[in-house]
């Protein structure tokens, strides 16, 4: 049996052994004692002025100029892919490239629109990055385990190896995107972080000393590089949003139901009492709707068994137009969290929230407390739909090899458990149910609050309690409230009742603005350690953001709120 680590070393060299040699970095990127920041100017000193223009330009400006024939979709693609290529030698964000395919692809929509005098589909020469969940034809998904080299899902002799294609990659093809690159993750997924041993740590780009977030962390710091326009990511207990949050960048998390995720790779799957989602990260508001509407049009509940039939609903989205540009200013209400009782969060990020209040105050809608049922109960009841197999699921995966465990993994999966019986897992479901109904009911409960005839709107809350996690600070925990958890709880109550969720990029850390708390007593050891973390002068500069929360499958609703407010935002001096 070959040793992991030379499996790993192998698949690693292979990667950039697939990046052009005109491509390659003259020298090793200094450290981030030296250069911290990647993004912008640095990264741009490797483009030509035309390649900048390209990767600078948000997903709906490059769509707008290939279904126009202004750009060639070839040229699109050569420009992301090498902006791409740049990006993987500064933080390590890739798992699999197939730049030579993605060309191929491109250059055959130029000739289809050369040949027909019009786009293929809404997206015509859009490139698209992917987490490495999805499963596209000629690639391998390894979701960072080194056993799962050269099989599928750590099986062989499937006929599946680098055949099949999950249900979205095959929606995503027929509206003329371009698949060019496979994004990093934490083995497992199962993390805030991103880091296997085949490729080791994703940085964030921004600033060097943090983590990209996880477990969609490398489509964080691959789009935080505009690497990529617009790529996809996965949520069960903040996995895009994390990502998102701590790169800048726009991101949502759907109900369930919502997106296709047929066909994609996944640990523990059969775990559905708290399903993962697929949902989109990008440089702005227009390119997560303009993805999201161009799969609704593909029918995507005629393929995946577990998608709803909802078309893009317009109403929804010019019902909240019409309140904000009614005749006599209508109001917003919103709900504004700051903690979840279990941490605190540091100063940049009370700081966010208070400038997205303002931004609200200042257009005339009304704020109010948001007071909810427990999120102490709630993540009980959520963490242990994580460890129903007792970790055998992932314990499997590691054996294939022999490797081990990343340390922001042994919190949750260090050693194997007694797997819940089947009257367990009901119990969980029956709690997890009654939760969701206490919840509703209180969002109910606010309309007698407002003043506007109606519940809150929506909810501007923290998902973690830092603007990015230092390195094995983001762990996920164990299901009990001792465990090393830090950050997913500001998260996963999302996905424990299910509501749709975006991310408002809002300002940068300002060391001398956001100085430590003195005096500051934690409420706990949990809360001890986000507190003792954070150091202004090693965070100054990092992106901070928060999120919109609204009900389930309100969509669109909660990305128009959130563009109205970046929208504010843009004309907010940082």
Not at 129 to 138: E, R, Y
Not at 402 to 430: C, R
């Amino acid at each position: 049996m070959v040793e992991w680590q030379t499996l790993a070393k192998e698949k690693r060299e292979s990667v950039i052994g697939l990046i052009p040699k005109a491509w390659l970095l003259p020298s090793p990127v200094p450290p981030a004692t030296e250069q911290r920041d990647v993004t912008g100017k640095y990264i741009q000193q490797f483009l030509s002025p035309a390649e900048i223009e390209i990767t600078e330009t948000d997903a709906v400006g490059i769509v707008k100029n290939t279904i126009s024939a202004k750009w060639k979709a070839r040229d699109v693609a050569e420009a992301f892919c090498h902006r791409a290529a740049l990006a993987h030698q500064m933080v390590n964000c890739l798992h699999e490239i197939f730049f030579d395919a993605a060309i191929a692809d491109a250059q055959a929509l130029d000739e289809y629109y050369a040949k027909h005098g019009k786009p293929i589909g809404p997206l015509h020469g859009l490139p698209v990055s992917l987490k490495d969940q999805f499963h596209v034809k000629d690639v391998e998904t390894t979701m960072g385990y080194v056993g799962w080299i050269g099989t599928f899902e750590g099986k062989k002799g499937t006929n599946k190896e680098k055949v099949f294609e999950s249900e979205m990659v095959r929606e995503l093809r027929n509206l003329g995107a371009i698949l060019y690159c496979k994004t990093s993750v934490p083995h497992t997924l199962m993390a805030g972080e991103t880091v296997n041993n085949i490729i080791g740590y994703t940085w964030n780009p921004k600033n060097r000393n943090l983590a990209c977030g996880g477990s969609s962390g490398g489509e964080g710091a691959l789009i935080g590089l505009k690497g990529s326009p617009v790529g996809f990511g996965t949520d069960i207990g903040g996995s895009i949003r994390i990502p998102a949050a701590f790169n800048g960048l726009y991101g949502i998390r759907p109900s369930s139901g919502r997106l296709p995720y047929e066909g994609m790779a996944n640990s523990m799957d059969g775990q559905n009492s708290i399903l993962s989602v697929v949902g989109p990260i990008a440089t702005s508001v227009g390119a997560l709707k303009l993805v999201i509407k161009g799969l609704l049009e593909q029918q995507p509940w005629l393929h995946d068994p577990l998608v709803a039939e909802i078309p893009w609903r317009d109403e929804q989205e010019q019902a909240v137009l019409d309140i904000v540009k009614g005749s006599g200013g209508g109001q917003l209400a919103f709900g504004i969290s700051k903690g979840d009782g279990i941490v605190n969060c540091q100063p940049p990020v009370r700081r966010a929230i208070d400038i997205v209040v303002k931004t609200a105050e200042k257009l005339g809608h009304k704020v109010f407390e948001w007071a909810p049922p427990s999120h102490k109960r709630c993540l009980e009841i959520a963490f242990k739909t994580w460890i129903y197999d007792g970790g055998a699921d992932v314990h499997a995966a590691f054996a294939l090899s022999g490797e081990p465990m990343a340390s922001q993994i042994t919190s949750t999966y260090g050693t194997l458990k007694d797997e819940y019986t089947a009257s367990q897992i009901a119990a969980n479901n029956v709690a997890k149910r009654a939760y969701q109904k206490e919840y509703m009911e209180y969002w109910n409960s606010t309309a007698e609050l407002t003043g506007t005839g109606r519940p809150i709107d929506a909810v501007i809350a923290p998902l973690a309690p830092f603007a990015a996690a230092r390195p094995d600070m983001a762990k996920f925990g164990s299901g009990t409230l001792k465990a090393k958890r830090v950050m997913p709880g500001l998260s996963t109550w999302v996905n424990m009742v299910d509501y749709t969720s975006a991310v408002l990029p809002v300002t940068l850390v300002d060391k001398s603005i956001d100085v430590v708390d003195e005096g500051y007593k934690p409420l706990n050891d949990q809360d001890e350690k986000v507190f003792l973390a954070y150091d202004p002068e090693l965070y100054d500069r990092a992106h901070v953001a928060v999120q919109i929360v609204g009900r389930r499958l309100q969509e669109e609703k909660i990305l128009t709120i959130t563009e109205i407010l970046g929208d504010a935002l843009g004309k907010h001096v940082v």
